[in-house]
């Protein structure tokens, strides 16, 4: 199950935000009597606007980010989903800001129309730790799948040492020490093969300066910047997960 989507958007990665701000509060009228007597009128929900920032980060930033726009100027409700909660919303403000060719910055805010999710079982709808570990680690995996050796060696390990706990939800701290151990192994060599793919970069940003430079210098360049936008995803993806499994630790 995607962590967020909105309409036909299924955001991944860097795209996601850290945090999605949710909730809202009573509509009504408090009438303050004599005495200190309060009467509270109450009308029924008022939801607050839902508003996040992320990251497009791909070849597609660009792309990805004119979708959500033209969904803005639209003008028409579409269905958000976040973590198995469920919303009708329109777009009422979409802001983005291109850094590079290939990362944009955005900011989103949603009007919330009507909430779908009142009476869903919120842990049902997520389908537990285990459920949410292993599907961010296998998304994790595709994306870091490939790019390096030492990192593909590190990424199984940490799916290895998660694989062996016979349940993750409740664990405590000692059975995990092996999954914490995996994580630090895996985030060194991510760090690692980031700092070479930057080097590739930095070295050659645009493929060469000179007239003549080859369609090959920019071939490798963009290759190197796949590699970090792979690179990056899959971090993401795994850091999630070793979060969540230490956060419901026993």
């Known amino acids: 199950m995607p962590a967020l989507t909105l309409g036909s958007v299924v955001f991944r990665d860097f795209e996601i935000p850290e945090k999605v701000p949710l909730g809202g509060k009573q509509a009504g009228k408090l009438h303050k009597l004599p005495g200190g007597v309060r009467i509270f009128d109450a009308q029924g929900p008022d939801d607050n606007n839902i508003t996040w920032k992320g990251r497009f980060r791909s070849n597609s930033a660009i792309g990805r980010a004119q979708q959500l726009d033209s969904m803005r100027r639209a003008g028409r409700a579409v269905d958000l989903d976040v ?16 850094l590079r060719p290939y990362e944009v910055e955005y900011e989103i805010t949603l009007i919330v129309i009507e909430d779908n999710s009142q009476g869903l079982d919120f842990m049902d709808a997520l389908g537990g730790l285990d459920e949410l570990v292993g599907a961010d680690v296998s998304e994790g995996m595709s994306l870091l799948g490939g790019i390096a050796d030492a990192v593909d060696v590190a990424a199984t390990g940490f799916q290895t040492a998660i694989s062996v706990i016979p349940q993750l939800a409740g664990a405590s701290l000692s059975v995990l020490a092996p999954v914490r151990t995996a994580a630090h192994v895996l985030n060194g060599a991510i760090d690692a093969a980031v700092d070479i793919a930057d080097g590739d970069i930095m070295e050659d940003p645009l493929g060469g300066n000179a007239p003549d430079a080859g369609v090959s210098d920019l071939l490798a360049t ?14 993401a993806y795994m850091l999630r997960a070793i979060s969540n499994i230490e956060n419901d630790a026993g």
Do not use: H, P, T
């Open 83 to 98: 973590l198995g909660l469920s919303y009708n919303v329109l777009i009422d403000e979409f802001k983005f800001d291109i």
């Open 222 to 235: 963009m290759a190197a910047m796949n590699r970090q936008v792979g690179l990056l995803g899959g971090s």
